[in-house]
């Protein structure tokens, strides 16, 4: 892994976009993403967690969230109609309290702000919900970066699914070659793989509890400010 990702500072990719990821790689979304599973498992008389469990179930969209919360299990089913009560109930106590706790990562603003000006097309590309995605960004002031936002209910798939990458390049006019992911995850590293196109991972963000490198993407960053170096401006 270190030698790809020294190979890549030596020969940076050529793009036209940069798409990056929400949850993990952007922002801190644990804490209220916790505090709202508690409260909906108090709601329903149920023990909760710490956060540190949270840490481990975050990926995947919100209704396997809601899942992983109810039975602490990544992939069992909990019975319907109790998820679809909790899920109700996440969704109420997330959405009135989607921004209060979570924080952007350290050098998010000034990567933006530095891939911005080097005339670099943004796209956030999250499988978070539109109904939180949005308000998140906007509460942070980072909505304004990105000249496109597709949140996991934004078309019939998501990541791991390339479908959100390619409606990305298609809505910029580019093919796949120009266009990188930035992500934090397998997931992300999946769906730009699958989209034909390269992959740099964060080393801090959320992958179930597995090492990102791991997952083999074409390189890694501890810090986004990282990332500029590894581009180059398609023309």
């Not at 909760?48 to 481990?56: F, G, K, S, T």
């Not at 109930?89 to 009135?96: D, M, P, Q, S």
């Not at 350290?106 to 939180?132: D, Y």
Request: glycine share 6%; aromatic share 8%.
């Amino acid at each position: 892994m270190e030698s790809t990702a020294k190979k890549m500072a030596t020969s940076p990719l050529t793009v036209k976009m940069v798409m990056i990821d929400l949850d993990g790689t952007l922002i801190d979304t644990v804490p209220d993403l916790a505090a709202a599973a508690n409260r909906m498992l108090a709601d329903l008389g149920r023990a909760v967690w710490d956060e540190a469990h949270y840490r481990v179930w975050i990926g995947n969209g919100v209704p396997r969230f809601v899942k992983r919360a109810l039975t602490g299990d990544m992939l069992a089913e909990p019975e319907p109609k109790l998820f679809e009560q909790a899920l109700a109930l996440f969704r109420k106590h997330y959405g009135a309290a989607v921004s209060d706790l979570s924080r952007t990562y350290p050098g998010v603003v000034e990567a933006l702000e530095r891939l911005q000006a080097q005339g670099f097309s943004l796209a956030c590309i999250t499988n978070k919900a539109e109904a939180f995605t949005l308000p998140l960004l906007k509460n942070l002031d980072l909505h304004k970066y990105f000249k496109l936002v597709l949140s996991g209910d934004s078309l019939p798939k998501q990541k791991p699914d390339p479908l959100p990458l390619q409606y990305a390049c298609r809505h910029f006019g580019i093919d796949s070659a120009h266009g990188v992911l930035v992500g934090d995850s397998s997931n992300d590293v999946q769906a730009a793989r699958a989209a034909g196109m390269p992959v740099i991972c964060v080393t801090y963000g959320y992958n179930h509890g597995h090492d990102i490198r791991q997952s083999l993407p074409d390189a890694v960053v501890d810090s986004l400010t990282e990332l500029p170096p590894y581009l180059r401006l398609y023309a």
